[in-house]
């Protein structure tokens, strides 16, 4: 849970980094895109100015402080009506880790070289006297290293698999399920009138949130996560349940990191030397049943439709909260935090603490028996 008071908001900069009187401000959005990044944009870029600050905008995440003119001036019409707009104006970058870059010397042999003394000195030259970091749990570790070699950095939490630690909720997560939950309303219909069993595969690598609400929300005959290995007797036994009860059609909702009991998750080919991407569960689960049961079956991944498109109103209200809280530590001079809804306030927690593992859906939790007593097959 988020720490409240002095145990959340302990942490300042080292004393080595000068403050200017009149403050300047970096905002950096990095890792995947998500629904409500533009809204926190827009409240810490007000939040900022109300106060008489000057805030710049750092482009492709924290790539842009390896090249300081990769970066935008952001005042009021920079912001203008963005709550609602997907995406991030900044623009990110969730591809490897932009402090370890991989080159080849003359010989042809790779090796990596640490660039975080550049992002250090980007921030210091462009005379930053906190820069505020938008991102998930990948960012934040990053955003600690920075804070670790001198640089004031506040974060926000942004995730839409909600994986975060440190916060009950991330921005995102909402409009991803609300995304997810439509999309298999509307397979229902066409399920039942063909007599099929569609699988649907949404994201979620190590934790199931996503498949776990989307999948209690549209009335899903089955939902596997990644926190319960799945037996594939289970899964087939629901279909034929159905079945039997003359309800000859069934949906499946999979996260992608979904796996069967004493088995791997699924991958999806890659080049060689790139790095190992989830992907295709829904498919093989989709071709398990089918051979099973004889049932006609697909298989849909939704993807990026669950990252795309507007925001929910719950997801800009507390990315917004955030991004205008966001501003508030930087006044006071908490670095090294993180801010976190802790309801029904928004409080902080140390960068440390919000990485220092993953929060995954809890097996003991109200979600989970909700599941259970509704029916929903969740592969156990």
């Known amino acids: 849970m988020p720490t409240a008071g002095a145990a959340g908001l302990h942490s300042r900069a080292p004393a080595r980094y000068t403050r200017a009187v009149r403050k300047r401000i970096g905002i950096s959005t990095g890792g995947g895109d998500a629904p409500g990044v533009n809204a926190v944009i827009r409240a810490a870029t007000l939040g900022s100015i109300e106060r008489g600050w000057d805030v710049i905008g750092i482009q492709r995440g924290f790539a842009g402080l390896l090249d300081v003119n990769d970066t935008v001036v952001l005042d009021r019409d920079a912001v203008r009506g963005i709550t609602n707009r997907g995406g991030t104006i900044l623009g990110t970058d969730n591809r490897g880790h932009p402090f370890d870059e991989r080159v080849r010397d003359e010989e042809g042999q790779e090796r990596v070289v640490d660039r975080l003394d550049e992002a250090v000195k980007g921030a210091e030259n462009l005379g930053l006297d906190a820069l505020i970091v938008i991102g998930g749990d990948g960012t934040m570790k990053l955003a600690h290293r920075l804070y670790e070699r001198g640089v004031p950095v506040v974060g926000v939490p942004k995730t839409i698999d909600n994986d975060l630690a440190g916060t009950v909720v991330t ?5 991803a399920a609300t995304v997810a939950t439509e999309a298999i309303d509307r397979l229902h219909s066409t399920a039942e ?18 498949a776990l609400y989307a999948g209690i929300a ?17 899964v087939f036994r629901k279909v034929r349940e159905r079945e039997a009860m003359g309800r000859r059609f069934a ?3 999979v996260a992608e990191g ?6 791997e998750p699924t991958y999806v080919p890659v080049k060689p030397g790139a790095a190992e991407r989830l992907g295709g569960i829904a498919e093989r689960v989709a071709q398990a049943i089918a051979e099973e049961t004889g049932k006609e079956t697909r298989s849909l991944v939704l993807g990026h439709l669950q990252r795309g498109g507007v925001p929910t109103a719950r997801d800009r209200v507390l990315a917004l909260r955030f991004g205008a809280a966001a501003v508030r530590i930087v006044e006071a001079g908490h670095f090294g935090t993180m801010v976190a809804l802790d309801p029904p306030d928004v409080r902080t927690v140390p960068l440390v603490e919000a990485i220092s593992g993953m929060k995954t859906v809890p097996l003991d939790g109200d979600t989970i028996l909700t599941a259970r007593e509704l029916g929903i097959c969740l592969g156990e």
């Open 258 to 263: 979904a796996a069967p009991c004493g088995g």
């Open 193 to 210: 009138s063909h007599q099929r069993v569609f699988v649907v595969e949404l994201m979620g690598r190590h934790a199931g949130w996503i």
């Open 171 to 175: 921005f995102g997560f909402d409009t």
């Open 218 to 234: 549209a009335g899903a005959d089955i939902v596997l996560i990644p926190e319960i290995p799945f037996h594939w007797k289970a």
């Open 251 to 253: 949906i499946a909702v």
